[in-house]
């Protein structure tokens, strides 16, 4: 069985903290997804990493995938309230027919005022 | 222009009913699913169909019955409602094809779940 551990599993910040939350496995996998989940809402996906090693950006969000592509890490500078949320790493295999990924238990981020 | 919708978003029933939740897709994904989150936010897939062919089957009760009419449609019945079912069932959809090819994403689009409680 394929898992993957997140931590930390609860993160409560101040506005303008950074923190990183990480992804990991004894696993490989072919791309690591990350989603963030809102309060009563699905998740929504924020990126795909595919190549070990790869750094992905978006806005203050900084994503890297292991060298060995069993692990990730998130990386959010100067936390803003709108960042609050459930965030959900989740990784998949391409080829063969299987179609499901693998979901970490999430980080609960809050970041308050 | 929602992309997943499902219905309805809540619903509380007793034990032992029989209730269906529904699932649509307007992205012309050929492949949906089902996920239960748990009041741990723990997100575990149930059921995935692709092209209305089933091809996920997890360790379910078989008291859960999805039901795909088309690949645009991706419905839970569940019969014999028991307290350990309530949770927040989440639709999702995404483009794969039948056969999955080096360099294909499972990007998965989720609906806004549907809180089941049962009483």
């Known amino acids: 069985t394929q898992l993957l551990e997140q931590s930390p599993q609860f993160l409560s910040i101040q506005e303008g903290e950074n923190l990183t939350v990480y992804c990991n496995s004894s696993s490989v996998f072919s791309s690591l997804q990350w989603y963030r989940q809102e309060p009563g809402e699905g998740p929504v996906l924020l990126v795909t990493v595919v190549t070990g090693g790869e750094v992905k950006k978006l806005k203050r969000l900084t994503f890297q995938f292991g060298d060995a592509r069993k692990d990730s890490s998130l990386h959010i500078t100067a936390a803003q309230t709108g960042d609050t949320g459930l965030y959900l790493c989740?990784?998949?295999?391409?080829?063969?027919?299987?179609?499901?990924?693998?979901f970490g238990k999430g980080t609960l981020l809050t970041v308050n005022p | 222009d929602t992309a997943v919708s499902q219905t309805p978003k809540y619903l509380v029933t007793q034990m032992g009913n029989d209730k269906s939740i529904k699932c649509e897709q307007n992205l012309g994904h050929d492949t949906m699913y089902w996920y239960k989150q748990d009041s741990k936010k723990f997100l575990k897939i149930m059921f995935s169909?692709?092209?209305?062919?089933?091809?996920i089957n997890e360790t379910v009760p078989n008291r859960f019955s999805p039901k795909s009419p088309d690949k645009a449609h991706l419905n839970l019945h569940i019969n014999s409602l028991e307290l350990g079912d309530s949770a927040v069932y989440f639709c999702?959809?995404?483009?794969?094809?039948?056969?999955?090819?080096?360099?294909?994403?499972?990007?998965?689009?989720f609906g806004p779940g549907t809180r089941l409680t049962v009483l």
């Open positions: 989740a990784g998949g295999r391409s080829g063969g027919s299987n179609y499901k990924l693998t």
């Open positions: 999702a959809s995404s483009q794969l094809p039948k056969r999955l090819l080096a360099g294909s994403y499972n990007e998965q689009f």
């Open positions: 169909y692709n092209n209305k062919e089933l091809i």
